[in-house]
Every structure is written in C-alpha cells, then in structure tokens.
C-alpha cells in the first residue's frame, strides 16, 4: 500500500529584500525577515500562529506551526526545546547553544532553532527532510511543496485460518477483554462482551501520517428494526501490520476520531 500526503506553503511573490531586517535578541540571527505565508493541508488551508522567518535563505517556522505542519508535539523546557513525531522520532533543539540532537544523538549537519523576540522558530526543510519528506519550490504556484514520504506496507486484516497455533492461541488469550492488543506484528482489537451479534467492529479506513499509521475503527450497532439472536458475543478484529521501521501504528474510532475505547467524558 502507498500513500502520499501533500503540503503547500504558498509563499506568495515577497522576496526577501522586500523587507527589513528584523530586530532580535542578541541570541538570534540579525538578518532573520518576516514574511507572509498561506499553509494549506492536503488542499485545506491552515493558519500559521506566527509569520515564518527568512535566516540565510532557509526558511523558519514558529515551532508551534512546525508541530502543527509535521503532526508532532512541541514542548519547551527553559533552554530546551523538544519536537516528537512519535515514540521513535524526536528532536531536540539546545536553545541557548545551537545544538541539535535526533532520537537523542547529536548530529553534526543539524540546523538548530533561532530564538527571536522571545519565541522559537525551527528550519522547516531540514525537519521534512528529516522525517522522510520532500519539500521544493513550485515556481508556477509560487508555492513551497512539503511531500511526505511514500510508505510501503500497511494494515491486513485476517481470518482464523491464516493464522498459525501459536498466533490462535495468542488471539483466543485476549479476545474477550475490551482493548487492543499486539505480540510482534499482529493486532488483536476486541470490542468486548456484547448484549448480541448486532455488535461488532469495522475497519473503516487507514491513512498514513508521516511516521504513523492511523486506523480507524466503526464501533458498529444493531439495526433497527432488525431481530438479532440474544446471545453474548465478543467481537474482534485481527490483523498484521507491516510497517517500515520508526513507525507507529494508531487506532482511532472512526465516528469520534479519539483514541480507540478512550473513556468516555
């Protein structure tokens, strides 16, 4: 299975020597720029919070907008300041040094953040790249495009028979009790004791996120109207997921797009 998403940063006709330096803080470079910028997400428009930055031609995003673009998390601890993409991809950058770490390694081409006006902006191409993206410049759109990257492999869902013993047997151990549930490759996503057959679940769909592959799950129900044997069932999904290396596999409900059996508020 393939799949590639797409992100268009439409940069608009302003070049850089259309604006003034802006003014920074001594720990930021002095010829960083504003300019204005349009983001869009697989063809839907996104608001950055902050303007990017121009630093030696490189552009840099507010790193709450590099979150947000990469589908990450964002947090800073004084001179700190950490990006996650996932468990197994993480980023951190030294505020004060310049030093960047990837997955806890220092790296020696690593482009660090630029602190200004008190706010942390993150070199965008370098963080796509990164993640196994492609970002270039689309000069009939006047548009920055970011393309993630190509994943193989993916989610299949199988049957009892195609399963070995050892795998039966894993299977019949937690089918019973709500939850999801892997040894090695293979998924187990039981629903739990159900009132009867009406009950079930459904792979509705999957779509990859960058580093992580989301599945989304219909918690079906009875028809109504329609008569269905009162028996207790346990409904279950089982399935193999292949997935490329430092990448996560996510299982949300497909009507809420919360996490799969989150408690309900």
Same mark, same amino acid.
């Given at each position: 299975?393939?799949?590639?998403?797409?992100? $268009?940063?439409?940069?608009?006709?302003?070049?850089?020597?259309?604006?003034?330096?802006?003014?920074?803080?001594?720990?930021?470079?002095?010829?960083?720029?504003?300019? $204005?910028?349009? !983001?869009?997400?697989?063809?839907?428009?996104?608001? *950055?919070?902050?303007?990017?930055?121009?630093?030696?031609?490189?552009?840099?995003?507010?790193?709450?907008?590099?979150?947000?673009?990469?589908?990450?998390?964002?947090?800073?601890?004084q001179n700190t300041g950490v990006l996650k993409l996932s468990d197994?991809?993480?980023?951190?950058?030294?505020?004060?040094?310049?030093?960047?770490?990837?997955?806890?390694?220092?790296?020696?081409?690593?482009?660090?953040?630029?602190?200004?006006?008190?706010?942390?902006?993150?070199?965008?191409?370098?963080?796509?790249?990164?993640?196994?993206?492609?970002?270039?410049?689309?000069?009939?759109?006047?548009?920055?495009? !970011?393309?993630?990257?190509?994943?193989?492999?993916?989610?299949?869902?199988?049957?009892?028979?195609?399963?070995?013993?050892?795998?039966?047997?894993?299977?019949?151990?937690?089918?019973?009790?709500?939850?999801?549930?892997?040894?090695?490759?293979?998924?187990?996503? $039981?629903?739990?004791?159900?009132?009867?057959?009406?009950?079930?679940?459904?792979?509705?769909?999957?779509?990859?996120?960058?580093?992580?592959?989301?599945?989304?799950?219909? *918690?079906?129900?009875?028809?109504?109207?329609?008569?269905?044997?009162?028996?207790?069932?346990?409904?279950?999904?089982?399935?193999?997921?292949?997935?490329?290396?430092?990448?996560?596999?996510?299982?949300?409900?497909?009507?809420?797009?919360?996490?799969?059996?989150?408690?309900?508020?």
């Open positions: 299975m393939k799949a590639k998403q797409w992100i $268009a940063a439409a940069l608009g006709v302003q070049l850089l020597a259309a604006y003034p330096a802006a003014a920074a803080p001594a720990a930021s470079p002095s010829h960083a720029a504003t300019f $204005a910028a349009n !983001v869009y997400v697989n063809g839907e428009e996104m608001s *950055l919070l902050q303007a990017p930055i121009l630093v030696g031609q490189r552009t840099y995003v507010a790193a709450e907008d590099a979150a947000r673009i990469l589908e990450a998390e964002w947090a800073r601890s197994q991809q993480s980023y951190t950058f030294g505020l004060a040094d310049g030093k960047v770490t990837v997955n806890g390694k220092a790296v020696k081409d690593g482009q660090g953040a630029v602190v200004q006006s008190g706010r942390v902006f993150l070199p965008l191409r370098w963080l796509v790249e990164q993640a196994g993206g492609k970002i270039a410049w689309n000069a009939e759109k006047r548009a920055v495009e !970011v393309m993630a990257a190509e994943h193989e492999g993916g989610l299949v869902l199988l049957t009892a028979d195609q399963l070995t013993k050892e795998e039966q047997a894993y299977v019949e151990s937690v089918r019973q009790k709500q939850g999801i549930y892997h040894q090695g490759n293979l998924y187990v996503i $039981a629903r739990g004791e159900s009132p009867n057959p009406g009950y079930g679940l459904q792979v509705t769909h999957t779509q990859w996120s960058w580093e992580q592959l989301i599945v989304y799950v219909k *918690l079906t129900k009875p028809e109504p109207g329609k008569m269905y044997t009162q028996a207790i069932t346990y409904p279950y999904i089982v399935a193999k997921a292949d997935l490329p290396s430092y990448t996560t596999v996510v299982f949300l409900d497909a009507d809420t797009k919360k996490p799969l059996f989150a408690p309900q508020q």
